[in-house]
Nanobody, 119 residues
Framework: QVQLVESGGGSVQAGDSLRLSCAASGRPFRTYRMGWYRRAPGKADELVVDIRRSGDITYYLDSVKGRFTISRDNAKDTMSLQMNSLKPEDTAVYYC????????????WGQGTQVTVSS
């Protein structure tokens, strides 16, 4: 099992940047596929980005391509999401997720961190 803790959320203006981090503890971080989801009021949950254990990035949500960048540091048990050129529609609670397999659903979730972008 792995425990996930997100940090780095906040309130910013459109066009600003934020960097979210996810710290993992428990089983070795390198054994987990990782991802970021987001949940906005009145909207369905969205998978934002998905990164395999190898570091291969298998998915970026179309609306964040070119603006968001995911990275993972298996030596430090951390994952980051650099978010640039933020838009009001990026406003959501962002959740870190971990999966025991490179395929299928994620198994573990953090508590979420709020990102609010005002115009």
């Amino acid at each position: 099992q792995v425990q996930l803790v997100e940090s780095g959320g906040g309130s910013v203006q459109a066009g600003d940047s934020l960097r979210l981090s996810c710290a993992a503890s428990g089983r070795p971080f390198r054994t987990y596929r990782m991802g970021w989801y987001r949940r906005a009021p009145g909207k369905a949950d969205e998978l934002v980005v998905d990164i395999r254990r190898s570091g291969d990035i298998t998915y970026y949500l179309d609306s964040v391509k070119g603006r968001f960048t995911i990275s993972r540091d298996n030596a430090k048990d951390t994952m980051s999401l650099q978010m640039n050129s933020l838009k009001p529609e990026d406003t959501a609670v962002y959740y870190c997720a971990a999966g025991a397999s490179d395929y299928g659903p994620f198994d573990y979730w953090g508590q979420g961190t709020q990102v609010t972008v005002s115009s």
